[in-house]
């Protein structure tokens, strides 16, 4: 995901209340940012205003932040699928000999960015895929919200890729040194079954795959 303003500074507690500690991975100083704002419409409170928002409404604290593309690339011919092992700070806070996760390539969507724009940029910087402009498979899989303590939605896309549906560049990423330590893999569609997720959202992932190519 594209946080290359963001430099890596040493991990601290920036904020702990109810809903626990948010991490100062990839965040600048918490004295660049406001920590209270008067309340809003609808009686909602920001809490904490950094990359992430924490807001209160009614007492209910919660995660606010962009949506983000989600793509299940899968590539027809070989019958493979691309994930991604990627280093995640938060798992890394829980189990902190966890060098990196497998996850899927997702994106957050920028302002005024329209869903299938954010996925293309992001098979881009992650993957090095640039699709022809002629690309008109791909299938909307619906959008849901992370969970109930974050207001982001993710959007999930199908992408079936025939070997001229696309071309392939060198990988740039988006500068931060977590995509520098990540890597792509590709997974045998038979193989699926056998993967074991780090996260709810890629398992979601991985069961959707599988029921839409029928395993």
Do not use: W
């Not at 303003?5 to 406001?34: A, H, R, V």
């Not at 303590?149 to 392939?168: E, M, Q, S």
């Amino acid at each position: 995901m594209s946080m290359n303003k963001f430099s890596i500074i040493e991990e601290s507690t920036i904020y702990e209340k109810k809903i626990g500690d948010l991490k100062k991975d990839g965040i600048q100083k918490f004295s660049e940012y406001s920590t209270i704002e008067e309340k809003i419409d609808k009686g909602v409170e920001t809490v904490y205003d950094g990359y992430l928002k924490v807001k209160s409404n009614n007492g209910y604290e919660y995660v606010s932040e962009s949506d983000c593309a989600i793509g299940l690339i899968h590539f027809v011919e070989s019958n493979e699928v691309l994930f991604r092992l990627e280093p995640v700070p938060p798992f890394q806070d829980r189990e902190n000999k966890k060098d990196k996760s497998l996850t899927i390539l997702s994106g957050t969507i920028e302002k005024d960015e329209k869903h299938f724009d954010c996925l293309v940029r992001e098979m881009v910087e992650e993957a090095g895929i640039v699709l022809n402009t002629s690309f008109d498979m791909l299938e909307d899989l619906g959008s849901f919200y992370f969970n109930k303590g974050n207001n982001a939605k993710v959007h999930l896309f199908y992408v079936p890729l025939y070997i001229n549906d696309y071309r392939t560049v060198k990988i740039k990423g988006d500068g931060s040194d977590i995509e520098k330590n990540s890597e792509n893999i590709v997974i045998e569609v038979q193989h699926l079954n056998d993967l074991v997720p780090s996260d709810l959202i890629t398992a979601l992932c991985i069961e959707k795959l599988k029921n839409k190519l029928k395993l």
